[in-house]
Nanobody, 117 residues
Framework: QVQLVESGGGLVQPGGSLRLSCAAS????????MGWYRQAPGKQRELVTTISRSSSTNYADSVKGRFTISRDNAKNTVYLQMNSLKPEDTAVYVC???????????WGQGTQVTVSS
């Protein structure tokens, strides 16, 4: 079955950087569209960024210019490089995979990112 396992979260000071990873298994990774969502306490889950199977990317306005999504199809992994982090970036970051033909969607468990001094 499809499994998505995130890693790389943690506590970082404002202005700092983190790189999240999402390792996928049980799927033909290269044909899936991948994405990162986040959910802060008391708020709804929101889209952060996506990368298609052709590596086209899309970003939420709030992270443009600070976050970069990438994928390594040889390693079945999608990454999220987060720079210039702000306290409002604090959230659980969740990896998402979508099979483009059926739109079947899979979610990871998430990794906590806390931006605080």
């Amino acid at each position: 079955q499809v499994q998505l396992v995130e890693s790389g979260g943690g506590l970082v000071q404002p202005g700092g950087s983190l790189r999240l990873s999402c390792a996928a298994s049980g799927m033909i990774f290269k044909i899936y569209d991948m994405g990162w969502y986040r959910q802060a306490p008391g708020k709804q889950r929101e889209l952060v960024t996506t990368i298609s199977r052709s590596s086209s990317t899309n970003y939420a306005d709030s992270v443009k210019g600070r976050f970069t999504i990438s994928r390594d199809n040889a390693k079945n992994t999608v990454y999220l490089q987060m720079n210039s982090l702000k306290p409002e970036d604090t959230a659980v970051y969740v990896c998402n995979a979508v099979f483009p033909i059926s739109q079947s969607t899979y979610w990871g468990q998430g990794t906590q990112v806390t931006v605080s001094s």
